[in-house]
């Protein structure tokens, strides 16, 4: 736990200065590094089993990084904010609220640690993380984030059921305390889709 406090006191500063300071195109430059260490930590997974499509996997967390460099492009720094608070926050009040409420696993066979509480929580989250953005959007922000939490806990369970699959704990362990960057980004992947068309469609 220790190390994942470290390592969040400096990512979320470091992660905040480039959505909003970096020019569009070497934000997309860092998203297509952070796609490329991702797949690289897939495929180095892979090496255990045959039975995955890893070629299919690989499209979907590239399709993921690509719409988000999309999205920082297309609507901005401000609201790029949206899909990382989002999928953080959410994931935070999930861990948070099945730790001190969760007692059924809805999903045992593929994410033991996850709570039927922890799920609600995380939805309750991405509520609360969406309610700023209410600005910006100029639209009920409670759909909005409900929407998006849900999106977030499908990305993180596909993600858990290859984990599984592979009979591994982590993806990687260059981030301390978190696991690989596939492991941090797995909600991501699938939010930056939905949050592109929606706000594309707003």
């Not at 899909?83 to 948070?96: L, W």
């Given at each position: 736990m220790k190390q994942r406090l470290i390592v969040a006191a400096i990512g979320v500063p470091l992660?905040?200065?480039?959505?909003?300071?970096?020019?569009a195109r070497y934000f997309s430059v860092l998203i297509y590094v952070l796609s490329g260490l991702a797949i690289g930590e897939l495929i180095e997974n892979a090496k255990s089993t045959k039975k995955l499509h890893f070629a299919l996997i690989s499209l979907i967390i590239l399709f993921g990084f690509i719409c988000l460099a999309f999205y920082r492009e297309r609507f901005g720094a401000v609201l790029t904010l949206l899909?990382?608070?989002?999928?953080?926050?959410?994931?935070?009040?999930?861990?948070?609220?099945?730790?001190?409420?969760?007692?059924?696993?809805?999903?045992?066979?593929?994410?033991?640690?996850?709570?039927?509480?922890?799920?609600?929580?995380?939805?309750?989250?991405?509520?609360?993380?969406?309610?700023?953005?209410?600005?910006?959007?100029?639209?009920n922000f409670i759909w909005i984030g409900a929407l998006l939490g849900i999106t977030a806990e499908a990305g993180d369970l596909f993600f858990s059921l290859i984990k599984r699959k592979m009979n591994i704990k982590d993806y990687g362990n260059i981030l301390p305390g978190h696991g690989g960057i596939l492991d941090?980004?797995?909600?991501?992947?699938?939010?930056?889709?939905?949050?592109?068309?929606?706000?594309?469609?707003i």
């Open positions: 992660t905040l200065l480039a959505i909003l300071f970096l020019p899909p990382f608070t989002c999928a953080y926050g959410g994931d935070a009040a999930a861990m948070h609220a099945g730790k001190w409420f969760g007692r059924k696993h809805p999903f045992p066979k593929i994410s033991p640690n996850k709570t039927e509480w922890g799920a609600i929580g995380g939805i309750i989250g991405t509520i609360i993380c969406a309610a700023p953005f209410y600005y910006f959007l100029g639209l941090r980004f797995d909600s991501m992947i699938f939010v930056a889709p939905v949050a592109f068309l929606l706000i594309n469609f």
